[in-house]
């Protein structure tokens, strides 16, 4: 066994051990019982730091996880630091600078710190600009220094790059990394290696199912699946090709893991700690239930040679790819979650952008704030019977402009802002019938047409691109969409 754990130094003045554990399964625990006890749950954090484990995976609606990890904080003294990584997911809709004060400062008492080491935000949908708001603010907290550093957790590739562009030094984005799930690889492991982000990856022994219990297994009935991470990695297991496929994979792993003198826990989770944009690995604990510190430890004391890859290269190419990018699982179908929806995660989607009455009859209009729609006196857009019409639109965003001088993270910017106005008047993407890019130098039509096929790739409105010279500076692609809602 090593004599210690390695670690990751993400910044100067932040290194996380390579394997983090993770509290998501306190709120699985607290689910139908009272909350843990914080004296009697810190005492089993403590197993993992004394292990050399020091890093622990939190956020603020996994029940009494934040609380517990205080403890354990108070507990060990400066002397003997941990390292609590916390996560703040605000309900869907609009949000001011105080609600984002008051987040940091719940999590600032629960964790009893002055300055939390590191707080990700997610969101549960880019078309609504309340979280380009939170970013921006909590950037603000991060300068007063109430924060250490800010990440992101379930962002997709596309706004990761978005955020970095826009200046949020965001250190780490928290997504799904498994033999499963592999759409961490390629784009997003590109965007990181490119721009000094790193993956926080979760899920790498899929809540339990890689591992020795589930070989040579018939596919468990609904009731077995006892746990929400175990109901939530079944359905990866469906949308990877299915329970045969996934026995093939297993049973692939298991030669590996022999030959190796590991676990398939182990060749799971090394797969995915070898990956370069990966910082560490989370992996789950059920605190006072169950720990498996000298297996987890195992993960240090071998690498993945090339008859290892060789054989998994090969089990991989049976699986269906997970579709989309990081983090879809929790925006679009197919909703891979424990119970299939988001029913359990949030209540209701408020429209993005406020909707009034046009001056003719059955007309509705939607203005976004931006000055340019008060100085020239025009809407954002109007939907007449079923057409929505977005007028030309720039990645502004108040008195900002979004994406910096990246003309895909404009552009997708840009998207996102159409996307939210339809959303307003009961459109969807899906509906576009035509799009106009103008682009302020032919130079960045290649980086401005990827990014709008990433969008519309399965929708393929009309579309007409021309260089034109536009109005403001820094701005490089301007976009303006017509919808048929017909559905």
């Known amino acids: 066994m090593p004599e210690h754990v390695p670690t990751y130094r993400l910044a100067p003045d932040l290194s996380v051990s390579r394997v983090l554990t993770g509290l998501w399964q306190v709120a699985d625990l607290e689910r139908e019982h009272d909350p843990l006890d914080p004296e009697a749950g810190a005492a089993a954090m403590a197993e993992y730091a004394d292990a050399g484990f020091t890093s622990f995976d939190m956020a603020d609606h996994y029940g009494s996880a934040e609380l517990i990890a205080g403890r354990l904080r108070a507990l060990r003294g400066p002397e003997r630091p941990v390292q609590l990584l916390t996560k703040w997911v605000p309900e869907p809709g609009p949000l001011t600078r105080h609600a984002v004060r008051v987040a940091v400062d719940r999590a600032r008492a629960r964790l009893g710190v002055e300055r939390l080491d590191l707080l990700q935000f997610h969101t549960w949908s880019y078309a609504d600009p309340s979280w380009l708001d939170a970013l921006f603010w909590l950037d603000e907290l991060r300068e007063e220094g109430l924060v250490a550093h800010l990440g992101l957790t379930n962002v997709d590739t596309a706004h990761l790059r978005v955020a970095l562009a826009s200046g949020i030094p965001v250190l780490t984005n928290q997504v799904a990394c498994s033999l499963l799930d592999r759409r961490f690889e390629g784009a997003m492991t590109d965007l990181c290696l490119s721009s000094g982000a790193r993956l926080l990856g979760y899920g790498t022994v899929a809540g339990g199912l890689l591992s020795e219990r589930w070989l040579g297994r018939a596919q468990p009935p609904d009731e077995e699946l006892d746990t929400w991470s175990l109901r939530k990695y079944a359905r990866f297991v469906a949308a990877a090709g299915g329970w045969e496929a996934f026995q093939e994979l297993l049973a692939a792993v298991k030669g590996a893991a022999d030959r190796l003198g590991v676990s398939i826990a182990n060749v799971a989770s090394r797969y995915v700690l070898e990956s370069p944009a990966v910082a560490g690995v989370i992996v789950g604990a059920r605190l006072g239930r169950s720990a498996h510190?000298?297996?987890?430890?195992?993960?240090?004391?071998?690498?993945?040679?090339?008859?290892?890859?060789?054989?998994?290269?090969?089990?991989?190419?049976?699986?269906?790819?997970?579709?989309?990018?990081?983090?879809?699982?929790?925006?679009k179908p197919p909703y891979l979650t424990a119970s299939g929806d988001l029913s359990h995660h949030?209540?209701?989607?408020?429209?993005?952008?406020?909707?009034?009455?046009?001056?003719?009859?059955?007309?509705?209009?939607?203005?976004?704030?931006?000055?340019?729609?008060?100085?020239?006196?025009?809407?954002?857009?109007?939907?007449?019977?079923?057409?929505?019409?977005?007028?030309?639109?720039?990645?502004?965003?108040?008195?900002?402009?979004?994406?910096?001088?990246?003309?895909?993270?404009?552009?997708?910017?840009?998207?996102?802002?159409?996307?939210?106005?339809?959303?307003?008047?009961?459109?969807?993407?899906?509906?576009?019938?035509?799009?106009?890019?103008?682009?302020?130098?032919?130079?960045?039509?290649?980086?401005?047409?990827?990014?709008?096929?990433?969008?519309?790739?399965?929708?393929?409105?009309?579309?007409?691109?021309?260089?034109?010279?536009?109005?403001?500076?820094?701005?490089?692609?301007?976009?303006?969409?017509?919808?048929?809602?017909?559905?």
């Open 346 to 487: 949030v209540t209701s989607f408020p429209a993005p952008y406020p909707t009034s009455p046009g001056p003719r009859a059955g007309r509705t209009q939607v203005r976004t704030g931006t000055p340019w729609e008060t100085l020239a006196g025009y809407c954002r857009a109007t939907r007449c019977g079923d057409r929505v019409l977005v007028a030309g639109t720039t990645a502004t965003f108040g008195e900002r402009l979004i994406g910096g001088s990246d003309p895909a993270a404009q552009t997708h910017a840009v998207i996102d802002k159409i996307e939210g106005v339809l959303a307003s008047l009961g459109a969807r993407l899906e509906h576009v019938v035509r799009t106009r890019v103008y682009v302020s130098d032919t130079v960045h039509w290649d980086a401005c047409a990827r990014a709008h096929g990433e969008r519309f790739r399965d929708v393929r409105p009309v579309n007409t691109m021309v260089e034109a010279r536009l109005i403001g500076a820094g701005y490089l692609v301007e976009i303006e969409a017509e919808a048929i809602v017909d559905d």
């Open 293 to 331: 510190v000298e297996d987890t430890l195992r993960l240090f004391s071998f690498e993945l040679d090339p008859e290892a890859r060789e054989v998994l290269a090969e089990a991989l190419d049976g699986l269906d790819p997970i579709p989309g990018d990081c983090g879809d699982e929790y925006r």
